[in-house]
């Protein structure tokens, strides 16, 4: 079982739905958890961190679910802008590197 | 604004041409971090320097090296480049561990012909 692994895509869906990313991790002692955009042909970037009470940023809602070992991210109203591929990030270990799920990619429609 | 620069963003060389790849940072992060990530695959990591001390990773080629002469600056060093080198190379910056997240330069898409 890899480490960690997400819904494999890609979602296609149109402007304004609501669209839910699963990623699942394989450490329970995993300690961080992130959700990172990356654009095609450019960096990933810091889209938020999840906290274990789960938390949101505007149309964005991350959720952790220790119990079951995994992270979801929720995008409601989706935009064009939104299209990417979103990766999931974990850092199975205090002391150990990044982990990065293979990512899934969005592509919002007119 | 505080950030992680890569240069070039775009580099070509020849089979078996030795190529360095230069990243610098203005955010004073103790940890930098070389990636290595091809078309529609997830960054691997190559390797990282918590402050002065090197960290390989098992599986990253010996022609792979890299080079930190201070806290601002990391380079990475092919020494002899094959076809499947080519890719994009991420340079990262965290402080500590990284539990507030990494911070991406911007890349620089190597292609070896």
């Known amino acids: 079982r890899k480490e960690v692994e997400q819904d494999p895509g890609p979602f296609n869906v149109p402007e304004g739905a609501t669209v839910a990313f699963n990623c699942t991790y394989s450490?329970?002692?995993?300690?961080?958890f992130f959700w990172y955009r990356q654009d095609c042909r450019k960096e990933p970037k810091l889209l938020m961190s999840v906290y274990s009470s789960g938390n949101e940023d505007g149309r964005f809602t991350a959720q952790l679910n220790r119990a079951s070992q995994y992270i979801s991210l929720l995008i409601r109203d989706s935009k064009l802008s939104d299209s990417a591929t979103y990766l999931c990030?974990?850092?199975?270990?205090?002391?150990?590197?990044?982990?990065f799920g293979p990512g899934t990619r969005l592509s919002v429609l007119p | 604004d505080a950030m992680v620069i890569q240069n070039p963003r775009y580099q070509v060389t020849q089979f078996g041409k030795p190529v360095t790849l230069s990243c610098s940072q203005t955010l004073n992060h103790n940890v930098m971090y070389w990636y290595q990530q091809k078309s529609s695959q997830a960054p691997k990591l190559l390797f990282h320097?918590?402050?002065?001390?090197?960290?390989n990773e098992a599986d990253t080629p010996d022609n792979f090296q890299s080079r930190r002469p201070n806290t601002s600056f990391c380079f990475l060093d092919i020494r002899s480049p094959g076809l499947g080198d080519t890719a994009m190379y991420l340079c990262?910056?965290?402080?500590?561990?990284?539990?507030?997240?990494?911070?991406f330069g911007s890349g620089t898409r190597l292609t070896v012909v």
């Open positions: 320097y918590y402050d002065k001390d090197f960290n």
């Open positions: 450490n329970s002692a995993s300690q961080s």
């Open positions: 990262a910056t965290s402080q500590g561990q990284g539990a507030n997240g990494y911070t």
């Open positions: 990030v974990v850092i199975p270990v205090y002391g150990q590197n990044f982990v």
